[in-house]
């Protein structure tokens, strides 16, 4: 038996990533809106991009791996254009998740009118 990834293009142009143990009739529920939720909110869908795996755990693994992308990254990889897979694998986002005013004292350094240790 084989699993499938697959990702659709939805007609609010995001992408839907997942998985399937019957390719076919999953894309034909998808377009019908038998599958409650992301879809069927966004049809007409389109496959635009389909992967073979021989269990089910290392499609479940795929399906993950490509949520967690970012869409430009997606788009390499349904072209085929692994190098830009690579390059964009390697890019770092800046990320503070600091919403502070940027001061370095604590709290209590600031209650107690001492310094920071």
């Not at 073979?52 to 693994?61: G, K, V, Y």
């Not at 970012?70 to 890019?91: F, H, I, P, T």
């Amino acid at each position: 038996m084989s699993f499938w990834v697959y990702i659709l293009h939805c007609a609010d142009n995001s992408y839907y990533t997942g998985h399937t143990d019957n390719l076919d009739k999953r894309i034909v529920e998808h377009q019908m809106g038998e599958i409650e939720g992301y879809t069927s909110t966004r049809l007409p869908v389109k496959v635009v991009f389909a992967d073979e795996f021989p269990t089910r755990e290392e499609a479940l693994a795929h399906e993950r791996q490509i949520k967690g992308w970012g869409r430009k990254k997606k788009e390499a990889m349904m072209r085929g254009d692994w190098a830009e897979v690579s390059r964009l694998a390697c890019k770092k986002t800046p990320f503070d998740p600091s919403t502070s005013s940027g001061r370095t004292e604590s709290r209590r350094s600031r209650q107690t009118g001492k310094g920071a240790v």
